[in-house]
């Protein structure tokens, strides 16, 4: 299966069972396997970068099993085919994501006018202050 055009996953990593659906359907949903369960086991593949990986864990969130295997599970359509597809979409989904690098933060610094106001704003903070411990003298 290809996530990117330089990444690739082997079908024989992603496992699909078949199971039966819930919801509307009628008597096909109760006689037919159409909902698909999609698992990949994460801890186990190598053609994924290290830095994809961490992220991938933390995308995944519940879908991740304590052994490290990605469940996916489809059931948006009546038809198996296109549960199987919406299945293997939703994985290049969260791998293409998984990819993407965060973009690097560019350090700026507060302007002179907020400098100015930050301190200006501090002064008659300290100013309210001292008024309020100044002893007043009734005699």
Known sequence: ????????????????????????????????STAVELRFNLAANRSIPDFARGKLKRLAGRRLTTEGILVIQADRFRSQDQNRSDARARLQELIVEALERPKPRIKTKPSRGAREERVNSKTARGKVKKMRSRKVDFD
């Open 1 to 32: 299966m290809r996530i990117t055009p330089a990444l690739e996953i082997d079908e024989a990593e992603i496992e699909e069972r078949f199971i039966r659906a819930s919801g509307p359907g009628g008597q096909n949903v109760n006689k037919v």
